[in-house]
């Protein structure tokens, strides 16, 4: 039913029965400059970085906004179709890109899958952590495919894969800018390379190598980049806010056992359950940004990936003491 929706839309689009996109911060059609389309804050972030003013980057949901449900209007179609390179993750939770995307001639279109640009991992569920699948009866006919987990920007390793796709693709959708993407680009890598090594530093430094969150938890990718041990509430594509009484339980125990001095939450999170483990433990109740979401004052104020991950280090340093 959605793919036949979209189809439709993309049916008046080409007739031009809509027009136009007159949102906030969306490029003027016409503006002779490559158009590029990002789904999420990470690549729209990366895909900035890279293009300075060579081109008109776009971010298609709009901040603190919530990518798992998100549901497409007739305007997020238009700019889709308008641009020349379309960014998203590739997940489960973009499963309405492929409807968009087979709604309409992309021939012209370059596009990149966040996803395809590194080795990713499924989502991991540990000890306490509690999982949606196990009170959700199985469907008939075998086992189910395995979840991948979508947060790969996490690891600033990560991050390097994906500016460097973006940068060739933008590189080759405009060769008269090559120059200023290969030198923006080059730049950027230093920056995480840099960013990479603080992590790194924090890391071998540590007294422990165990992060607890009363939280869902989107950092499976930057756990694995710097051997560090993690307990949660939820996976991080989870859709649950509240835990059971026997997962807030296991993190009281867990913090309480280890003596883990701080408890994590994710942005725009529902932090009641990180300040319950910390009422019953003393642990200091601390963000730790995943970068998927942003706040519209973040994002009005210039916020980078670069500036939020930074901030990140010292959060991670207290979090190992």
């Known amino acids: 039913m959605k793919k036949l929706i979209y189809a439709a839309l993309a049916l008046l689009i080409g007739a031009g029965a809509l027009t136009g996109c007159g949102q906030p911060g969306v490029p003027a059609a016409g503006s002779g400059k490559l158009s590029v389309v990002a789904t999420i804050f990470p690549p729209y972030d990366f895909a900035r970085a890279i293009a300075g003013d060579a081109a008109d980057i776009a971010m298609l949901l709009p901040p603190a906004s919530e990518s798992h449900s998100f549901e ?3 305007r997020d179609i238009i700019r889709i179709q ?47 952590m509690q999982d949606e699948e196990e009170e959700e009866p199985e469907e008939p ?5 395995p979840e991948y987990d979508e947060h ?40 995480l390379d840099e960013l990479d090594g603080k992590f790194r530093a924090v890391a071998d430094a540590a007294a422990r190598k165990t992060i607890v ?6 950092f499976r990718y930057f756990a694995d980049a710097y051997g560090l041990t993690y307990f949660a509430a939820f996976p991080g594509c989870s859709t649950e806010t509240e835990a059971s009484a026997a997962t807030v339980k296991f993190l009281i125990d867990k913090v309480n056992n280890e003596k883990i001095p701080v408890v994590y939450h994710i942005e725009l999170g ?8 910390s009422e019953f433990t003393g642990a200091k109740v601390l963000l730790l940004h995943a970068c998927h979401n942003i706040t519209k004052e ?3 104020a210039g916020k980078t990936y670069i500036d939020i991950m930074t901030s990140n280090v010292d959060a991670l340093e207290e979090g190992l003491r």
Not at 95 to 109: H, I
């Open 141 to 145: 006919g075998g086992a189910e495919e």
């Open 72 to 74: 497409p209007t007739p």
């Open 270 to 277: 529902n932090e009641k359950m990180a300040n319950t483990i």
């Open 213 to 218: 969150f009363g939280d869902r938890f989107p």
């Open 152 to 191: 790969v920007w996490t690891s600033p390793r990560n991050a390097k894969l994906i500016v460097e796709k973006i940068s060739d693709t933008l590189i080759e959708a405009d060769m008269s800018n090559a120059e200023t993407y290969a030198r923006n680009t080059a730049a950027y890598l230093g920056k």
């Open 298 to 300: 973040d994002f009005e």
């Open 82 to 128: 308008d641009c020349d390179v379309f960014i998203y993750v590739g997940g489960e939770s973009d499963e309405w890109v492929n409807g968009v995307l087979e709604s309409m001639d992309t021939s012209k279109m370059r596009i990149i899958t966040l996803m395809d640009c590194v080795e990713i991992v499924e989502e991991d569920v540990v000890e306490g």
